[in-house]
């Protein structure tokens, strides 16, 4: 179904092909798994399971297991390590996909092949087809904040990288991009740059050289192009000054990038004074993005999920322009794309592609969180098919992909809102494991959000915002309690701060968490408020693990395993407070 990207992309036909495979997903799902175990019926993985060439989802279910990243590691490792033998798929896995590491605190290696760039593209096809008839844009640039991750080899000559870097490195992806009128408006050098700072600097001045040519402003999460912004806050007349003398400033140390951007940048008075003129114009920065690239359409990234407490900030720098949210995947492949792009953020759902994996969902009712772990399974749990999800429910997702993953759980709690045709549309709600648990109390990442939200309401009343946040449970003293660790954007009261931290506590209404805090067997929540640029030093960590900062999401909590994130929040405690709502 993948429209070749050499003809020109034609929106009504991607939009036709979807909707006949969603009017008969249960077939295209049973067609899907087929042709992915028929592909790999190879594998040492599937033949230990005992298949025996079988490839109905009945059959399927019955001999493969549901696992989890852990259960696959020794397989993995095998492949890392050089074993060249069909392992988990049929041909060769010649590279390797890094998640993030923000969640365990190092990243994990997933299979990648081909066949996941092709559903990656059916992905950024259908997205792109139903974004287009609602806000439809001309031959244009994007200004796309991108970035191409460090890559390795490993001990078996594999080549390892983050799956957004697989995805810009592979050969199709700028025909691909330039028939879907995203083409980036920065250079190869620039993206794939070994200096964040200087890459997103460079990023920021393609965008103004090309100003009047940005169609859309764009980024992998939300995230980056908020940091994007608030840097640009701090660099714009530097900026400025090399547009008006054609001299790229001499910040910008990488030979490759200081040549191609020579190739871009000449001396332009006229930019740079119309640019300043608008800066000065602006107050405290909002609509900034509209009045830089006047014929920009919207903005587009993801946006839901750990990347809503962004948006504030981001819809501040938008002023009217349309925040659009991007599709819902992760490193381990594509899940499902946005077809209904004109509701907002918080309003997203997804629309499953029957053809792109095989999916099937865990009934959160069936999943024991009494351990706070994602890979925990009640015995009688059973997933159901794709087209067996009810509306109003949630489940996990469970993923069977091209490239080796057989009934993986993601860890990825969702909620079916309603059917486009007979495929679902799905709600991202959260991450399956517990975030903050010490007794009874089940808190998850969307109550720290909500929690966050609430008091940093008070902080806006006095013009102030939170730049970042993040939390700890604290068990080194009796009773353990949670922390909060918070970057301002300047100076609050310490009567602001304690109001700020009796609200946090006061806003976690967990029933369990609530009767713990009263009979004291959870301790006071403490706010601990860390220096300006703290956050940045964790996103730097990162990236000297090899994150890339179009993958990055910041660890909103850091526990055991995540010890150096934890020691820079610790280091750079400025001021803390101790709840007095209870």
């Not at 179009?550 to 407070?577: F, H």
């Amino acid at each position: 179904m993948l429209e070749k990207v050499e003809e020109e992309f034609n929106m009504e036909k991607v939009i036709e092909e979807f909707e006949l495979l969603s009017k008969d997903a249960e077939r295209v799902q049973r067609e899907t798994l087929k042709k992915i175990l028929e592909d790999n019926a190879s594998a040492e993985y599937l033949q230990s399971l005992g298949l025996n060439g079988r490839t109905d989802p009945e059959s399927f279910k019955a001999c493969v297991p549901l696992v989890t990243h852990k259960e696959l590691e020794p397989y993995i490792y095998r492949i890392i390590d050089g074993d060249a033998s069909p392992i988990l798929t049929g041909k060769r896995i010649t590279t390797m996909s890094l998640s993030s590491g923000t969640t365990q605190g190092k990243p994990k290696y997933v299979p990648w092949n081909d066949e996941l760039y092709e559903t990656t593209m059916q992905i950024y096809q259908t997205s792109f087809a139903f974004r287009n008839r609602e806000f439809p844009i001309k031959n244009g640039k994007a200004l796309s904040f991108i970035y191409g991750s460090k890559q390795f080899k490993t001990k078996g000559g594999l080549a390892a990288r983050t799956a957004t870097s697989n995805v810009f490195r592979n050969a199709g992806y700028k025909c691909a991009m330039r028939a879907l009128q995203s083409q980036c408006c920065s250079p190869d050098e620039v993206i794939f740059g070994p200096d964040f700072f200087q890459s997103l600097y460079c990023h920021l001045l393609c965008g103004l050289i090309f100003q009047e040519e940005v169609q859309f402003v764009s980024s992998t999460f939300a995230h980056s192009i908020v940091h994007a912004f608030r840097t640009f806050e701090q660099v714009w007349e530097e900026l400025c000054i090399d547009i008006r003398e054609g001299v790229l400033t001499s910040r910008v140390t990488v030979p490759s990038i200081r040549m191609a951007m020579s190739k871009l940048l000449k001396p332009n008075s006229k930019l740079a004074n119309l640019i300043h003129k608008k800066c000065t114009g602006l107050s405290n920065w909002y609509g900034l993005i509209p009045e830089l690239f006047p014929n920009a359409k919207y903005i587009y990234g993801i946006m839901t999920g750990s990347m809503e407490p962004y948006l504030n900030k981001l819809r501040h720098y938008a002023g009217e322009l349309p925040l659009l949210t991007a599709d819902y995947g992760s490193s381990e492949g594509w899940i499902a794309a946005n077809v209904n792009p004109q509701h907002p953020p918080e309003c997203a759902t997804y629309a499953v592609l029957p053809h792109i994996g095989y999916f099937e969902f865990i009934p959160l009712s069936e999943l024991d969180n009494t351990r706070g772990e994602p890979d925990f399974l009640c015995v009688d749990s059973q997933p159901v098919s794709l087209t067996e999800v009810k509306v109003g429910e949630e489940y996990e997702v469970v993923m069977t992909n091209p490239a080796g993953l057989y009934r993986y759980r993601l860890g990825d709690v969702v909620k079916v809102m309603g059917f486009h045709h007979s495929t679902p549309e799905l709600k991202f709600i959260r991450r399956s494991s517990l975030l903050l648990n010490i007794n009874i109390d089940k808190n998850t990442e969307k109550d720290l959000q909500l929690a966050v939200e609430a008091a940093a309401k008070l902080l806006a009343e006095e013009k102030l915002e939170v730049v970042d946040f993040s939390s700890h449970v604290d068990l080194s003293e009796e009773p353990g309690h949670y922390v909060i660790f918070w970057e301002i954007s300047g100076e609050a009261s310490e009567e602001l701060l304690h109001e700020c931290c009796n609200c946090l506590d006061k806003s976690f209404v967990d029933a369990g968490y609530i009767s713990s805090r009263k009979v004291n067997c959870i301790g006071a929540l403490e706010l601990r408020v860390v220096r300006r640029g703290t956050f940045q030093k964790i996103l730097d960590h990162y990236l000297g693990l090899g994150t890339a900062v179009s993958q990055y999401k910041t660890p909103r909590c850091v526990g055991p395993t995540n010890a150096m994130v934890l020691q820079i929040l610790s280091e750079n405690v400025v001021n803390n407070y101790l709840s007095t709502a209870f």
